[in-house]
């Protein structure tokens, strides 16, 4: 019978089943519906889109009976994309500071990091200082990674405002 299984956006798909006996005919089913023409003993999709998750089943006829083999519930995870990447920023002391990235992706996870290095505890899409000094100065940039892969935004300077604006 067919098993369960996890491709990302791209990936190919295939699932068999086998049976043993007098064997005539085999169908199979995505979420209850038919899939006309797939009729053999695998089920494959070259390049699987979101549109490919579901459940999948078999039956296979027999002589005088059918049986219908366990549901495989295929999960189909999004790449991880950048949607909207960081800008500059030129703020003024003792004001907030947010910087911020739309990733699209399953299962992300964010690492922020400033003049390289990882900052502690800085793990989620946006990254907030609530009084900015000039110790916050540098260059800014978020890792992010989920099922399907891996993304870096740009790098972004955070500049000490006073000298071009009026603070």
């Given amino acids: 019978f067919p ?15 086998s049976a043993q ?10 979420d209850g519906s038919l899939l006309y023409g797939e009729t053999g003993t695998m089920y494959a999709i070259g390049a699987v889109s979101r549109a490919n998750a579901g459940t999948y089943q078999v039956e296979i006829r027999g002589g005088c009976n059918s049986v219908t083999s366990s549901a495989a519930m295929v999960t189909v995870h999004e790449s991880v994309q950048l949607v909207t990447d960081l ?32 900052i502690s505890g800085a793990t989620a899409s ?11 100065a540098g260059v800014y940039q978020v890792e992010v990674s989920g099922h399907c892969g891996n ?6 300077y955070f500049r000490d405002g006073t000298n071009e604006r009026s603070c």
């Fill in 151 to 156: 993304v870096t935004s740009s790098t972004r």
């Fill in 3 to 17: 098993s369960h299984d996890s491709k990302c956006e791209g990936e190919s798909l295939t699932l068999n089943v």
């Fill in 126 to 136: 946006q990254y907030t200082v609530h009084s900015i000094s000039s110790s916050h």
């Fill in 87 to 118: 800008f500059d920023e030129y703020k003024c002391s003792g004001e907030a500071l947010t910087l911020w990235v739309d990733v699209q992706g399953s299962g992300l996870r964010y690492q922020w990091k400033k003049d390289g290095q990882p």
């Fill in 21 to 30: 006996g007098a064997i005539q005919s085999y169908q199979w089913y995505k």
